[in-house]
């Protein structure tokens, strides 16, 4: 198993790599801007009844926000240290969680969070750092941005993510197969399809349909076996009354198709 490390339309990226396939993903833009991890000294500016949270100036350009949980009683020109727990995306703000609030020096940050390489090494102790890039893995790595996935002939899942959730649908075109052996056959693609653009939160799959219970089990089994070596917990919560199988995947840092688009500017 290697580890590698390079640059791509602007993101600072670590791959996993076995056999000569990409095992797993880490992603964040390549430059200075506040980060998963990160430490700073705040000045708490204002607290806000609607959305039960402090808004804090950690020296960037735009605000961070604080939930109110995450902190006892503060007052506005108060300094505190705090920990990005989720970067700022085209349209959230940084958000912080409290870490002391004990005396503090000038706003701004103090230490930074693990980056991309430390990641990977974390969750993947035995990879070997070897020293090359991505190269012949640039154009799977860009794939990774397609919702279209071809798991093989007449048979793909189209992945779309939205604010709330990612939903994944399952497609197939080949006659010879049932049900329930196309959907086992693409549980191990959409645990990989999770992994590597690092989607987080509610998923739900639209499998194609079994109505025996058994078939049930048995997929809900194969999608067990599937997630069992993600680094990050997989929930797994069954089937809905419409047939939609619903998981969900702890959320560590932000998924691919957000991280890329953040290094380009949208």
Known sequence: ???????????????????????????????????????????????????????????????????????????????????????????????????????????????????????????????????????????????????????????DIVIESVTALTAIDVNNADPKLQPLEVNRLVTRSIAQQLRLRNIGGQVVVDFLRLRDPKHRASLESAIQQAVTLDPSPVQLYGFTRLGLFELTRTKRGLPLETVYALSNGA
């Open 1 to 155: 198993m290697e580890l590698r490390h390079d640059t791509l339309d602007g993101m600072h990226l670590a791959a996993v790599i076995e056999r000569d396939q990409l095992v797993a993903l880490y992603a964040q833009p390549n430059d200075e801007r506040p980060w998963l991890g990160d430490y700073y000294v705040a000045q708490v500016t204002r607290y806000a009844p609607a959305q039960r949270a402090y808004f804090i100036d950690i020296g960037e350009k735009d605000e961070a926000f604080l939930p109110h949980a995450e902190a006892a009683l503060l007052a506005p020109g108060q300094k505190i240290m705090v920990r990005v727990e989720r970067p700022a995306t085209m349209d959230k703000k940084i958000r912080c969680s409290l870490i002391d609030m004990g005396d503090a020096t000038a706003i701004g940050r103090v230490g930074l969070g693990p980056n991309v390489l430390g990641m990977a090494q974390r969750d993947y102790p035995s990879a070997q750092l070897v020293l090359a890039g991505m190269e012949d893995y640039d154009n799977v790595i860009l794939d990774l941005l397609e919702p279209k996935v071809n798991v093989q002939d007449g048979i």
